[in-house]
């Protein structure tokens, strides 16, 4: 799953925004940015998170320039931690 991210404001200038939106996670994971339209960046790791990583995401976009007079508004936070397990089953079992 990524990290999603939105924005009430359409964001063109999207490299000022990138700079001052991070991801964290534990342990450690290699990812990247990428913006589905100007509202809406997504960042995912280069491969599935490990079971159990703790990802830590801080968007601090206040007073970031978001292109044509914008400016972002917001300073959040979030953390959570990636599915503990994988289920191996295809397909599922019959309820009884």
Known sequence: MPVIVHFDVPV???AAF???????ATPAQAG???WVSE???HWR???YWKAGTKVHVAVDVNSVPAGNGV???RAATS????ATRTST???PRPTR
Do not use: D, F, I, Q
């Open 89 to 91: 089953r295809s397909t």
């Open 12 to 14: 063109t200038n999207k």
């Open 18 to 24: 990138e700079r001052n939106m991070k991801v964290t």
């Open 71 to 73: 400016y972002g508004r």
């Open 32 to 34: 990247s940015w990428r």
């Open 45 to 47: 790791p280069e491969a």
């Open 79 to 82: 953390t959570s931690r990636s």
């Open 39 to 41: 509202h809406e960046a």
